[in-house]
């Protein structure tokens, strides 16, 4: 929607938009007495009501989380909307034609969003009653049936059939009330090369394609086998409308985000029926971009619904082809990770199987073990530009290390560029030192900070040195919550400042401010102690034993990875066959460490 929507217009909505009656239709509320209504928080868990609404007032706050605010405050929360999404979506339901400042020649403050939005949902249920209907629709049944969807797949999913005909959508349309600008600017009909109206799609499976809050915005189309009539493109999606801005719309997110936020996690798949194949399989986190690169609009999107200002928690999952395709779009994928905060995975199938087909070939189970395997897309990225190259010659382990060097110096985590150095020089059979200096040089290039210079890499809003911080802050404010404290590794804490306070806390017989801060001499270090001491805790939620055990869990995760790649240097550079009971003995503890990492990954993931 071009333009920024009225001052007055907001006022309107937000006077218009009883608080109760908003978030009652999301909450259950009783009366309260002092005319405030209370129900149970839904930003979190609770078992008695803490949630407290004031109508006359037209505020909610919530005591057991600190959440509070006004109507479009409470809908932008629950619903991971914008506030422009929010405020339409209340007009919406009231009945209000919001007016818009023109930001241009572009200027759309005339056109009713809802009534665009009703005509894609009647289109919507046209299509459905189509592909319902005995005869023409069959070809579409069965192209669903064939890729393992049934009936009430279709159903869940709203898919429909475009007839094939010229006009059975326009007439329809036309039928119930609908302008023929409202039918073009909705982007369901176009201008026919003989003059008039024609339907945009014909004898095509229609997927309606909604936008966050649940809205019918536009279409994706598939073209279906056998037509020789339609020389258009396989797959033919809603043009951009004032409604549909594909670059802002991910397929499936309506379902997903709920889940989403919940299991901080997101699928990004390549298509429909994978979506479809993953939620019906269990991946309920899955989404797709519609006829367009994943892009930065659609991080955006992905980092508001992951609580993405959380360094330690979420993950971000491409599923991509083993192709060479596959692997181009993983490289692209590798500079996006750098806007992300949450860690980002890939998830390949070697046949090169997307996920609606390893559904067809392997049934649920295999969809959700492509999920389980996800490897980090660094790793990913690497190894895909390394088995390009005969790393059994010289030549070619130089080469390859001339590509992959760049890839180290991009990571974002300062912390990490170590590990896959270390990993690196593994995979191309080269000593740590060289892979490094070659890293050094291309960071001296664009200027890119190596830890090995404390004074310039150190950057405190790295994920994993917040991470670390975070942990502290736990053990020097809610010590009683954190009896896994022992447990941690000794090389957890990579920052010397944060290592030596882990130093003085576990120097103490037990737990107590003042008596560490009398023992600490450094006064660096006092200074850091009391700022940790005062600085809140990073959750949305109570500081609950959850948080604390998942927090601490990602942290020895991180630190027993860097302990796992020493494992794999040392074992790198022994001989099984010369060195048998020494190469035993520490593959053995290999083994172990990763079993231990797994269950710390699954415990800060919140699964167990």
């Known amino acids: 929607m071009a333009g920024r929507i009225r001052d007055e217009d907001v006022a309107y909505?937000?006077?218009?938009?009883?608080?109760?009656?908003?978030?009652?239709?999301?909450?259950?509320?009783?009366?309260?007495?002092?005319?405030?209504k209370k129900g149970l928080c839904p930003f979190h868990d609770e078992k008695s009501p803490s949630?407290?609404?004031?109508?006359?007032?037209?505020?909610?706050?919530?005591?057991?989380?600190?959440?509070?605010?006004?109507?479009?405050?409470?809908?932008?929360?629950?619903?991971?909307?914008?506030?422009?999404?929010?405020?339409?979506?209340?007009?919406?339901?009231?009945?209000?034609?919001?007016?818009?400042?023109?930001?241009?020649?572009?200027?759309?403050?005339?056109?009713?969003?809802?009534?665009?939005?009703?005509?894609?949902?009647?289109?919507?249920?046209?299509?459905?009653?189509?592909?319902?209907?005995?005869?023409?629709?069959?070809?579409?049944?069965?192209?669903?049936?064939?890729?393992?969807?049934?009936?009430?797949?279709?159903?869940?999913?709203?898919?429909?059939?475009?007839?094939?005909?010229?006009?059975?959508?326009?007439?329809?349309?036309?039928?119930?009330?609908?302008?023929?600008?409202e039918l073009n600017l909705a982007g369901l009909t176009k201008e026919g090369s003989r003059g008039g109206l024609i339907d945009r799609y014909r004898n095509r499976l229609v997927w309606p394609i909604k936008d966050i809050s649940g809205d019918i915005v536009g279409f994706g189309a598939r073209k279906l086998a056998g037509d020789d009539k339609d020389q258009g493109p396989k797959y033919l999606n809603t043009s951009e409308t004032p409604i549909y801005k594909k670059s802002q719309i991910l397929y499936g997110l309506d379902m997903a985000k709920k889940e989403i936020a919940k299991?901080?996690?997101?699928?990004?798949?390549?298509?429909?029926?994978?979506?479809?194949?993953?939620?019906?399989?269990?991946?309920?986190?899955?989404?797709a971009?519609?006829?367009?690169?994943?892009?930065?609009?659609?991080?955006?999107?992905?980092?508001?619904l992951l609580m993405d200002d959380d360094a330690f928690r979420g993950e971000v999952i491409f599923t991509f082809d083993g192709d060479a395709a596959g692997q181009k779009a993983a490289l692209r994928a590798f500079d996006d990770d750098q806007k992300f905060v949450a860690q980002t995975f890939v998830a390949v199938e070697p046949s090169g199987m997307d996920p609606c087909e390893l559904r067809q070939s392997g049934g649920d189970a295999a969809v959700r073990d492509l999920i389980a395997r996800r490897v980090p897309l660094f790793e990913f990225a690497m190894r895909s530009v390394i088995k390009n190259y005969d790393v059994s010659s010289a030549e070619g382990r130089v080469s390859a290390l001339n590509q992959v060097a760049p890839l180290v110096g991009k990571i974002r985590d300062a912390s990490l560029r170590p590990e896959y150095i270390r990993l690196v020089a593994g995979w191309l059979g080269m000593e740590v030192d060289t892979v490094t200096a070659a890293v050094k040089?291309?960071?001296?290039?664009?200027?890119?900070?190596?830890?090995?210079?404390?004074?310039?890499?150190?950057?405190?809003?790295?994920?994993?040195?917040?991470?670390?911080r975070e942990v502290l802050k736990v053990k020097l404010q809610v010590a009683e919550l954190a009896?896994?404290?022992?447990?941690?590794?000794?090389?957890?804490?990579?920052?010397?400042?944060?290592?030596?306070?882990r130093s003085q806390i576990d120097a103490l017989p037990e737990m107590d401010i003042p008596t560490l801060l009398e023992r600490t001499e450094d006064e660096d270090i006092r200074a850091l102690i009391?700022?940790?001491?005062?600085?809140?805790?990073?959750?949305?939620?109570?500081?609950?034993?959850?948080?604390?055990?998942?927090?601490?869990?990602?942290?020895?995760?991180?630190?027993?990875?860097?302990?796992?790649?020493?494992?794999?240097?040392?074992?790198?550079?022994?001989?099984?066959?010369?060195?048998?009971?020494?190469?035993?003995?520490?593959?053995?503890?290999?083994v172990a460490m990763e079993a231990k990492k797994r269950a710390q990954k699954d415990l800060a993931l919140g699964e167990i």
């Not at 298509?271 to 269990?282: E, F, N, P, R, S």
Request: charged share 25%; proline share 4%; net charge negative.
């Open 51 to 181: 949630f407290h609404v004031t109508p006359s007032k037209g505020y909610f706050h919530c005591f057991g989380c600190g959440v509070g605010g006004d109507a479009i405050n409470f809908l932008m929360k629950l619903e991971h909307l914008t506030f422009t999404e929010t405020v339409e979506r209340l007009a919406e339901r009231i009945g209000y034609q919001l007016h818009y400042d023109s930001t241009g020649p572009s200027q759309n403050s005339g056109i009713n969003r809802s009534r665009l939005v009703a005509a894609n949902t009647a289109a919507a249920h046209f299509y459905q009653e189509q592909l319902n209907l005995s005869g023409p629709a069959q070809v579409g049944r069965e192209f669903l049936t064939g890729r393992g969807f049934d009936k009430a797949a279709a159903e869940t999913f709203a898919i429909g059939y475009a007839p094939d005909e010229w006009d059975a959508l326009y007439k329809y349309m036309s039928g119930i009330g609908y302008k023929d600008d």
């Open 530 to 590: 009391t700022e940790l001491t005062v600085e809140p805790i990073r959750t949305d939620g109570e500081i609950s034993e959850h948080y604390v055990a998942s927090v601490i869990a990602r942290l020895r995760e991180v630190a027993l990875s860097r302990a796992i790649a020493e494992i794999k240097s040392t074992l790198q550079r022994l001989n099984p066959v010369e060195e048998e009971a020494r190469y035993n003995e520490i593959f053995g503890n290999l």
């Open 441 to 468: 040089r291309v960071a001296g290039k664009s200027n890119t900070p190596l830890p090995d210079k404390p004074a310039l890499a150190v950057n405190l809003k790295d994920p994993l040195l917040m991470l670390e």
């Open 289 to 304: 971009t519609c006829g367009t690169a994943f892009g930065d609009d659609h991080i955006r999107i992905i980092r508001r």
């Open 13 to 36: 909505v937000r006077e218009h938009s009883p608080i109760d009656d908003v978030i009652g239709d999301f909450v259950q509320l009783k009366g309260a007495g002092g005319g405030q």
């Open 483 to 501: 009896p896994q404290w022992n447990e941690i590794e000794e090389n957890a804490f990579s920052y010397a400042p944060y290592a030596a306070l």
């Open 263 to 287: 299991k901080r996690q997101v699928v990004i798949v390549e298509g429909y029926t994978d979506v479809m194949a993953a939620h019906l399989a269990g991946i309920t986190t899955a989404v």
